[in-house]
């Protein structure tokens, strides 16, 4: 997933370890991990975020100390984190900081007072609209932050305590299991009958999607724009990075037309997606921003067929053995590595034993161009509609 950021054009990455994160649950690096992490990202020009952005309890400020001082000596760019411990730790070890969502800061006066702790940028409030960043933008200096895509819950700022009643994991903690995203009824407690509450899923929100207004955001003064993608796939993290790193690129050179706005956003729906809503941006969302359905609505989906076995860099050429169901010509395939990223691309050649074929099954070993390298023992999977 982290290849595939800065394979797609992140300008930073933000992640965590296995502690004191908002993502508990997820693929989170080892602190021994952060000096590779940092190597792989200056070799880029990618910035470096760590969060450290749940609640802090007293018996933890050991291994916070810790957490901060491996982070320093690594040469990580900057700390994401709210609770004022890790801001005092911060100071200590003179590491900047940023002020994470779970802040709460709505407001140029919030602003202030952590720019007086240190903070050198906030990531507002996701309840923050439009018309409101753009005063907070007049009213201070430091850098703002806005999230542009992803998962949204209905707590204020994330601040739910639905998993903690309901399973005992805490959502400030990291450990949140997505309680409000099922379908739930109401059960007379005199005859015993149970409804369905209507016919969506009351307490799961859509997925929030910019790229057709990113222009405004732009304009607002927003100086960083945040993917939410951690307990995604990478070819989630690929395309959806991807999309919004042309959508930008593409203002800036006066060529971001409605039409390509539109384009971009049938790409987004390709991957994971529980429908699309503008947040808060234009003002309180409504029933309308509501997922439909308990899981994604992404309109394609990806088998695996096979993997690398080799990579030829002078003709950029790859050859795979097929291991399951079949590729064609004009198939559009993905290949997945650990180093390579996610490497998407449309078949126009495939060949097999020095000559031209159209379909490739399972136990052929075929051979096909391949701009970008890939590695030995890279997964390959065809991508296919959604029925």
């Known amino acids: 997933m982290l290849s595939a950021a800065i394979n797609a054009g992140a300008n930073a990455v933000y992640f965590g370890i296995d502690k004191l994160n908002m993502r508990a649950k997820a693929a989170n690096f080892t602190i021994d991990e952060l000096p590779q992490i940092v190597r792989l990202c200056k070799a880029r020009n990618v910035k470096t975020y760590l969060t450290l952005n749940t609640i802090v309890y007293e018996e933890e400020i050991k291994e916070l100390d810790k957490i901060v001082f491996s982070a320093k000596s690594a040469e990580i760019d900057r700390i994401i984190c709210w609770d004022l411990a890790v801001v005092q730790i911060c100071k200590k070890y003179e590491i900047p900081f940023c002020v994470s969502t779970q802040g709460s800061v709505s407001n140029s006066l919030s602003a202030a007072l952590y720019k007086q ?97 990113i222009d405004k955001l732009i304009e607002a003064g927003i100086d960083s724009f945040k993917i939410e993608g951690r307990k995604r796939s990478p070819e989630y ?87 399951s169901g079949k590729i064609a010509i004009d198939n559009e395939i993905l290949i997945i590595g650990p180093t390579s990223g996610v490497v998407n691309l449309s078949l126009n050649k495939i060949i097999k034993d020095e000559a031209e074929i159209t379909t490739a099954e399972k136990s052929d070993r075929i051979t096909f161009p391949c701009e970008f390298q890939v590695r030995p023992h890279d997964r390959v999977y065809v991508i296919t509609l959604v029925s």
């Open 117 to 213: 702790l240190g903070a050198v940028r906030i990531v507002l409030a996701r309840e923050c609209s439009l018309k409101e960043i753009k005063r907070i933008r007049v009213n201070t200096d430091l850098e703002i932050e806005a999230f542009i895509h992803g998962a949204m819950c209905i707590a204020v700022s994330g601040r739910c305590f639905m998993s903690h009643h309901l399973f005992g994991s805490s959502a400030n903690r990291g450990e949140c299991i997505q309680p409000c995203r099922r379908e739930y009824e109401v059960k007379d407690t005199i005859t015993g009958k149970p409804m369905v509450i209507g016919e969506d899923y009351v307490l799961s929100a859509k997925d929030l999607c910019t790229v057709e207004f």
């Open 237 to 323: 993290v690929a395309k959806v990075v991807s999309v919004y790193r042309r959508a930008i690129d593409l203002y800036f050179e006066k060529k971001l037309t409605e039409e390509i706005k539109k384009d971009l956003l049938k790409e987004l729906e390709e991957v994971y997606n529980r429908g699309f809503s503008t947040g808060f941006y234009f003002g309180k969302p409504s029933s309308e921003d509501y997922a439909e359905i308990y899981g994604s609505k992404a309109t394609t989906k990806k088998e695996y067929v096979g993997k690398v076995l080799n990579y030829y860099k002078k003709s950029k050429i790859a050859y795979i053995v097929m291991e």
